[in-house]
């Protein structure tokens, strides 16, 4: 496999990406131990990599369960993750289901297409799930990684703080396009109030870069405002009604897929 494309965000600061959905996975390192947050989809030799990058002890620990991020925890062995997540870990581990995920809108000559290589990539390999710390971070010697949970685009999503530096790690509760549909996201409500979170966190703690999930979405504080509004315009039916029945509201860079019948209206 080839080693995942990585930049530099700052000296102890990096990013890799992984699929062809381009999932960002990124590694902090301290004085004592290394945290990775998320996996990809374990296209790429990211264990590798990451020992290119630091021979530290390497922590892993997963924004949420989606296959798109944890995939690459069997290189490592095991990772840190949200105990709400189990159920959708445990879908997104069963190879037969990621691929009808991945190949239901796809036409007929595409799914054959992409078929096997999908099934050969999809094949589980086990590694050990580890419950979040209680203390509610991660010490890696002279840095102190935050985690607080941002129910959305899955219930048991978390975000991560990095104080010293000013950055916040969102997974992909915050990117331009957030799903809100899947068996296991979060009503539009909660996921407001998740923003209203993030905001505030990114406020408190003079953030504006935030990192998200996939690497073609890093918002920050204004994008967050404008998401919120875009949220509290659905809640008060201030769209039109056709776009409250198909659960696709787009307003300016921010797409919203919701289930309709989830909108709790104030």
């Not at 990013?15 to 374990?42: P, V």
């Not at 992909?172 to 996201?185: A, I, M, Q």
């Not at 998740?194 to 935030?210: G, H």
């Amino acid at each position: 496999m080839k080693k995942p494309k990585t930049y530099k965000i700052n000296d102890t600061t990096y990013c890799m990406i992984d699929g062809l959905n381009r999932a960002s996975i990124y590694l902090l390192t301290g004085k004592e131990k290394a945290l990775l947050i998320d996996t990809g989809n374990g296209d790429t030799d990211l264990k590798a990599k990451v020992e290119e990058l630091t021979d530290l002890p390497v922590i892993v620990v997963n924004t949420h369960g989606h296959f798109d991020h944890t995939r690459g925890n069997y290189l490592f062995g095991e990772a840190y993750i949200s105990n709400k997540e189990a159920e959708t870990l445990s879908r997104h581990n069963d190879p037969d289901w990621v691929v009808r995920l991945m190949t239901g809108e796809l036409p007929k000559w595409a799914r054959i297409l992409f078929l096997r290589k999908l099934r050969k990539s999809t094949v589980y390999k086990p590694w050990k799930a580890l419950p979040l710390p209680e203390e509610g971070y991660f010490e890696l010697g002279d840095r102190r990684i935050a985690f607080f949970e941002t129910p959305g685009h899955t219930q048991g999503s978390i975000s991560l703080m990095d104080k010293e530096n000013r950055i916040l790690f969102t997974g992909d509760t915050t990117c331009s396009g957030v799903l809100l549909n899947l068996e296991e996201s979060a009503d539009v409500e909660t996921f407001r109030d998740t923003l209203i979170k993030i905001l505030q966190a990114a406020e408190e703690n003079n953030v504006d870069t935030i990192y998200t999930g996939h690497t073609d979405s890093i918002s920050n504080q204004e994008f967050l405002r404008r998401f919120i509004a875009h949220c509290n315009d659905l809640l008060n039916s201030r769209v039109p009604e056709e776009v409250l029945k198909s659960g696709i509201s787009k307003q300016g860079n921010t797409t919203l897929k919701f289930k309709p019948d989830m909108i709790r209206k104030k």
